[in-house]
């Protein structure tokens, strides 16, 4: 399914959002040390947080959860405040930011996950994750799965409102959350929940690659948001040593891929690429892959849109429609 806008540049971005991600681009370009590492007080100047809120914003309530104070390991639960049914489905969603920035607290992953509650009328858990490079794969992963896990083994307990259906489980995540969003998925179908149903995938404009270049790197070298020298040095600093764009984590589907998902249950899969996205032909292999591997899925294109732009709330009639597909695709698996 294609979904046509003029997303066509970051000048059609209004002058608010502009200035916000060109101060995080800031905070992320002078918080980089030439030894390949980051200055975590030079980027917190730059990514300003949220507080949760009982009270509602937006028609929202939030609170956190502590899972590991010694991996600061959190999630932040956003519950509608408006309608509540008795049967609600549940979202673990991973933020993006090339597993070394953002946090779950971060104001734009927090107004993010408000608007996906708020629209698609899911309780939302957003996981708070170690980053790289202080914490390398597969550290994110295990944190993303630790979650779950803990979600399925307090399904009953005060840290979930009683009427969240745990059946009705769906993992999501943007760009390094998609990517985190597949990975746990594996991991959890593996695995095998007791209290828990994954029945879906959403993966938005997911963060893969591969040593090989693609036609659409090539194309979008210098794209505006995430340029492919960027993407270069976000594995680096997230792959083991040694290791290759060819890694597993990377090229999930590659020859180098350790997952069967042939013989996994693995869920309905969501997939949402743009086309001014350097990652779109990797995106494009992994939905394909999917479906190659005869796994349910559905590729939701945008052909004119730049890496994350639905991170820009004041585009309504553009993110908008990305929750509307994201809230049908929840309604066709929860019927």
């Known amino acids: 399914m294609s979904s046509n806008n003029p997303i066509s540049n970051f000048q059609d971005v209004p002058w608010k959002q502009r200035f916000y991600r060109s101060m995080l681009g800031y905070g992320i370009h002078f918080s980089r040390r030439s030894d390949g590492t980051i200055n975590r007080f030079i980027m917190n100047l730059f990514d300003l947080k949220a507080q949760p809120s009982k009270q509602p914003i937006d028609g929202v309530i939030t609170s ?33 930011g090339g597993f070394a920035y953002m946090s779950a607290n971060s104001i734009a992953c927090d107004d993010l996950c408000r608007n996906l ?9 957003s996981v708070n ?27 009953n307990t005060k840290n979930f409102p009683s009427n969240v259906n ?11 959350g998609g990517n985190l969003a597949h990975h746990v998925t594996v991991k959890a179908c593996e695995y095998g929940l007791r209290n828990v149903k994954l029945i879906g995938l959403i993966a938005i404009q997911p963060f893969f690659g591969g040593e090989e270049r693609t036609e659409s790197e090539n194309r979008l070298v210098d794209a505006p948001v ?6 270069d040095w976000l594995w680096k600093t997230f792959l083991p040593e040694g ?7 990377c090229n999930v ?5 350790v997952d069967d998902i042939r013989r996994l249950k693995f869920p309905a899969t969501m997939v949402v690429v743009g086309g001014v996205d350097p990652l779109y032909d990797w995106q494009i292999r992994y939905y394909e892959g999917l479906k190659k591997c005869g796994k349910e899925a559905y590729l939701i294109e945008y052909p004119n849109a730049f890496h994350s732009f639905y991170g820009a709330p004041e585009l309504k009639e553009y993110s908008g429609l990305l929750m509307e597909e994201v809230k049908d695709f929840i309604g066709k698996l929860i019927k």
Request: net charge negative; proline share 5%; charged share 25%.
């Open 64 to 96: 956190d959860t502590v899972v590991d104070a010694t991996r600061n390991l959190f999630f932040r639960l956003f519950l509608p405040s408006f309608e509540q049914n008795t049967n609600m489905p549940l979202i673990v969603y991973f933020h993006g």
């Open 117 to 125: 509650c708020k629209k698609t009328g899911a309780v939302i858990i």
């Open 129 to 155: 994750y170690r980053l790289s490079p202080e914490h390398k794969y597969p550290s994110q992963y295990d944190d993303g799965f630790d979650v779950l896990k803990f979600i399925d083994d307090n399904a």
């Open 166 to 176: 745990l059946k009705q489980c769906f993992i999501a995540g943007d760009s390094a």
């Open 226 to 231: 995430l340029s492919v020298k960027g993407t």
């Open 243 to 249: 290791s290759d764009r060819d890694h597993p984590a």
């Open 253 to 257: 589907l590659g020859s180098k891929s």
